[in-house]
Structure formats: C-alpha cells, structure tokens
C-alpha cells in the first residue's frame, strides 16, 4: 500500500511563487495544490481540509489576514504566513490571529520545506507519542485543565479549546511541569524543534493568543504567568 502524502494548499498572487513552490514541494512528495486568490483559497481549504496551508498575506478579493480569520474560527489547520520582508506589523498580525509560522520574502525554497516538514512533524507528534510506549500516559490532567495528546484536545472546565499545533505544545510545554519557568528558548525548541529559528516575539504572540482562547471560556483564567526578562510558566495550584 503506498504511502499517504501530506496536502499542502498554496494561497498566493504571484503565479511564478505558486509554480516553483509547488514543483519544490512535489519533488520531496507532497501533494499540493495552488491558489491565486484568497477567496479561492478559503473556500478550498474549508472544503478539502488539507494538512497546512502556506498563505500570503497580500492578496486580491481577500487578503490573508482575513482568510486567517475566518479559517481560524473553528478551523486548527497549521498554516505558514508569507510576509513582506520589512512589514512586521503582518508578521504580528498573523502571528496573534493565530498563524503557526511565518516566513519573509524573498525566500529560501529549501527553508520553506524545513519549516513545512517541521510544522507537520509537531503536528504528528502527538498521535505518535500515543502509539508509543503502551505505559507512557497521552493525557495531561492539572486542576481544570485537561490536554489529550492523541485527540489533540485541550480542555478547561470541561469545555474544549480551538487550539493550533503551535499553541498546544506550548500549554503542554509550561503545563507538564507547574511552577516552574520555561525560557523563550526553551519554549521555541519544545513547540518547534531544535534548530528552527523564530523571534522571541513569536512566542509571545502565541502566549496572547492562548490567553485570549482561555479567557473566552472563564475570564479568571490566570494561570499562565509572565515573569518579565525571564519568561514564562504555568501556575501552581
């Protein structure tokens, strides 16, 4: 039985982008489909679920801001962002709005391809964990908060939580171990894997972006503490 390969959607105007992506990315053997337009873009991901999604952020008819947005209200698919080397605000923006990634153009195919096999191996490392040692618990209980690694579920008070791959691992990372402090770095090596370069900024986005999904279902929620130049850790209770 041959292989299943991972879907990757590529949302861009750049017809010349679209083209040697795709060729890249069919050569390491994913199956891939393209997009020149936002609009096109949503309706095929909400449509077909592919794997990730990597997303440009200028577009016509819809940008990929707003594609992010409406994909992300009950939609956790991973998604890299392509943005303009000099517009951190769309960096942020993405990042807040709950973009897994972000890379700037011009860009390097090959990092492209690293960020993407990355972005897909954390995806899966949750179901592989689970099918590893039969001893090894998948589950993560703490007070009022229940991770579930192989139905890649988060919890709080019984009430399940919208998160991305990128934001599970970072609860998971601060959650396995309460009271105690994870470093910026700390965090990117456990949520990314070693080797991946991303901004400190990064991180703390996606820490907002928790918080907000939290506070959404209990507005005390306060267990996700910041310790100013230092970093960051999950409450004891």
């Known amino acids: 039985m041959s292989e ?16 040697s992506v795709s060729m890249a990315l069919e050569a390491e053997g994913f199956n891939v489909e393209t997009f020149n337009d936002g609009e096109a873009g949503l ?3 909400l449509e077909n679920k592919p794997d990730l999604v990597v997303l440009d952020v ?7 801001i707003e594609v992010l947005s409406k994909l992300r209200e009950d939609s956790a698919i991973p998604v890299i962002f ?18 897994d990634d972000y890379i700037t153009k011009p860009f390097s195919q090959r990092l492209l391809i690293e960020r993407i096999k990355a972005l897909l191996r954390r ?12 001893n090894k618990t998948d589950n ?42 994870r470093n910026r770095d700390q965090l990117i090596d456990m949520a990314y894997g070693e080797n991946i370069y991303v901004d400190d900024r990064t991180i703390d986005s996606h820490i907002k972006r928790v918080r907000r999904k939290f506070k959404k279902i209990d507005d005390s929620f306060d267990k996700i503490e910041t310790l100013y130049g230092v970093g960051y850790r999950y409450k004891e209770d």
């Open 140 to 181: 993560i209980k703490y007070g009022d908060l229940l991770l579930d690694d192989s139905r890649h579920l988060c919890a709080w008070k019984g009430q399940p939580l919208n998160l991305t791959v990128t934001e599970y691992l970072i609860v998971k990372a601060l959650a396995l171990r309460p009271g105690h402090v």
């Open 4 to 19: 299943i390969k991972d879907r990757i959607f590529l949302v861009d105007d750049d017809r010349n982008i679209l083209m």
């Open 82 to 99: 392509l943005t303009s080397k000099d517009d951190e605000v769309d960096q942020v923006i993405g990042l807040r709005m709950g973009a």
């Open 43 to 45: 309706k095929a991901i």
């Open 58 to 64: 200028k577009m016509p008819r819809m940008d990929g």
């Open 123 to 134: 995806r899966d490392l949750m179901s592989d964990e689970s099918k590893g040692d039969s």
